[in-house]
């Protein structure tokens, strides 16, 4: 029997065109011998629309404009049996379709943070990806930084205050601690969404209040001078690392405009040019990190790398751009596995999780 496959993306986030992008290479890729596919769009007001093919994307050739159509209808998602999702129409209530398993490809707040997989583990049905204490440990970089240095994986020097310790201006005695530049983050956004870089006081008590504006946490950490590498990995309890990626910024830093907006704003080279051990060293802090951190199915794991060959990790992102030429297939690609195999990797090893989950006892033994 074939799978019915949902791959439900957008969100309300500023990666939502990003997301339909990855959404449409996934539903394009997927074996048609196995699966049968069924794209979900979540707009961004956060209604689930059903959509009929790809016929329903509007602006395809346009990654700034690309959207979901609003005669997509919407349906309501509920548990159905044997471990399936149902859409039902909103309007009539009738059925629509149920999916076996779900490929969730929403990326920031609320598609990447656990709230989803919390929400697909409550309806009972097989997804890929994090589940979600590894999804919000991921989303947290105070949380996960603060992790990884107790595992002994080396991060920068870095300081989390909330959003009174703020006001009361605690964060300005840790300041010596750090040296100028400070990079200062809210602390659970994606897509350099509220980081500044900032290279004296006034700006920094500026950049505190714009973190503040997307989180209630707020992260100060030192700039780290060095190359930006990422890893893919993937895997549930045998874990696999890819080769490296490197990120070349045209702008001060990887910042949003970097990545979305400016179309040379940065560099992607695919397979990094690297010292064998250095590489070899890196994959193994990613397989580590992706352990420390809950992981599980995939995510990306992104370094520095000084010039004397101190390797930092920067962040891991659990859900990481999925198109065909974003970072994460890429390096899977140069390592061996297509983005057709990658898909039906990702696929059982959700379906493996389930499984295994199933297996616990969840009721009192007498
Ligand atoms: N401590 C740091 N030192 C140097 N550059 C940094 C540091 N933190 C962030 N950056 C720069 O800012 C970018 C975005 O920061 P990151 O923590 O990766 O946030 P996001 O989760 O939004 O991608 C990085 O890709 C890098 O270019
Ligand atoms: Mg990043």
């Not at 629309?49 to 979901?68: C, M, Q, Y």
């Not at 990120?247 to 910042?255: D, G, L, M, T």
């Amino acid at each position: 029997m074939k799978k019915k496959i949902g791959i439900l993306f957008g969100g309300k986030s500023g990666e939502h065109e990003v997301s339909i992008q990855s959404a449409l290479n996934i539903f394009e890729a997927l074996d048609r011998d196995k699966y049968v596919p069924f794209l979900i769009g979540v707009d961004k007001e956060g209604n689930f629309r059903f959509l009929s093919g790809s016929s329903h994307i509007v602006n395809r050739d346009d990654p700034k404009r690309i959207a979901i159509s609003d005669e997509a209808p919407i349906v309501q998602p509920i548990k159905g049996e044997n471990s399936t999702l149902c859409f039902f129409y909103n309007e009539s209530g009738s059925f629509v379709e149920e999916v076996d398993f779900v490929f969730p490809i929403i990326h920031g707040n609320s598609g990447e943070d656990g709230c989803l997989q919390g929400f697909l583990k409550w309806l009972e049905v097989p997804f890929a990806g994090a589940s979600i204490l590894g999804s919000s440990i991921g989303m947290d970089k105070d949380v996960a930084k603060r992790l990884l240095k107790e595992a002994g994986v080396e991060v920068c020097k870095f300081f989390a205050f909330s959003k009174g310790e703020c006001e009361r201006g605690e964060y300005l005695k840790f300041v010596d601690k750090l040296g100028y530049p400070i990079f200062v983050k809210p602390a659970s956004t994606g897509s350099s969404l509220g980081i500044s870089k900032v290279k004296n006081q006034q700006e920094l008590q500026r950049a505190v209040e714009r973190a503040l504006s997307f989180d209630k946490k707020v992260i100060l950490e030192e700039a780290v001078i060095g190359r930006e590498l990422e890893c893919a990995v993937l895997g549930n309890d045998e874990v696999l690392a890819s080769c490296l990626g490197e990120i070349i910024p045209k702008h001060e830093f990887y910042s949003y405009d970097a990545k979305y907006v400016d179309p040379d704003g940065a560099e992607l080279i695919a397979p990094a040019e690297l010292p064998a051990e250095i590489e070899e060293k890196m994959k193994e802090i990613a397989v580590k990190t992706f352990k420390v951190l809950e992981c599980e199915g995939m995510a990306r794991v992104d370094f520095f790398l000084t010039k004397d060959g101190k390797i930092f990790v920067n962040e891991i992102n659990t859900l990481p751009g999925f198109t065909k030429i974003s970072m994460y297939p890429r390096l899977w690609q140069i390592s061996g596995i297509s983005y057709n195999e990658l898909l039906d990797k990702l696929i059982e090893l959700g379906f493996q999780r389930y499984e295994n989950e199933k297996k616990l006892k969840t009721t009192a033994e007498f």
